[in-house]
T-cell receptor
């Protein structure tokens, strides 16, 4: 299947700093990318949907100024957690979808804010 | 978006066939059914997708009755490495990434 690469796989940052997570589709053009958050032993929660070249659409309850999403090309989307706090610690997962494909998921990023 | 209901957990033994059923009573006409597998601290991995009747690939089969209000993922001869969480998603084919993840089924395969 198609490959979606997420980087970094694990990051620890200090409270108050910002962290950027990258999501790349390696062998197909991702017209749509999705960002999820997952708490331990819980299901994935969709945070936002981004289409290449346009602003992301955020799910209800997700702060768009807190979680900045950029989808500048058909192969790259980034999620920046701004002014991170310990409650932002979580597992963040991206998925990418082409115009006629199912969604492929990245390997996830474990964010720990200390 | 159609809501899905799956058993919270299932146990099995190596070599057995495992069937996980998902209920999706409000499935829409253009919705597809997709199953994903997730290991701890990894992103979900696509297993199989179908619209109706039966779909089979190298790892699983998907059975969908005529009314499409449920579906069954069948894993033949499971091994210990199949221990994972399995998610059933229902949504439009071209918008599968926006489908709502339910609680999933935690499958534990025992030796």
């Amino acid at each position: 299947g198609a490959v979606v690469s997420q980087h970094p796989s694990r990051v620890i940052c200090k409270s108050g700093t910002s962290v950027k997570i990258e999501c790349r589709s390696l062998d197909f053009q991702a017209t749509t990318m999705f960002w999820y958050r997952q708490f331990p032993k819980k299901s994935l929660m969709l945070m936002a949907t981004s289409n290449e070249g346009s602003k992301a659409t955020y799910e209800q309850g997700v702060e768009k100024d807190k979680f900045l999403i950029n989808h500048a090309s058909l192969t790259l989307s980034t999620l920046t957690v701004t002014s991170a706090h310990p409650e932002d610690s979580s597992f963040y997962i991206c998925s990418a979808q082409g115009p006629d494909t199912e969604a492929f998921f990245g390997q996830g990023t474990r964010l720990t804010v200390v | 978006l159609a809501k899905t209901t799956q058993p919270i957990s299932m146990d099995s033994y190596e070599g057995q066939e495992v069937n996980i059923t998902c209920s999706h009573n409000n499935i829409a006409t253009n919705d597809y059914i997709t199953w994903y597998q997730q290991f701890p601290s990894q992103g979900p991995r696509f297993i199989i997708q179908g619209y109706k009747t039966k779909v089979t690939n190298e790892v699983a089969s998907l059975f969908i009755p005529a009314d499409r209000k449920s579906s069954t993922l069948s894993l033949p001869r499971v091994s210990l490495s199949d221990t994972a969480v399995y998610y059933c998603l229902v949504g439009a084919y071209t918008n599968a990434g926006k489908s709502t993840f339910g609680d999933g089924t935690t499958l534990t395969v025992k030796p």
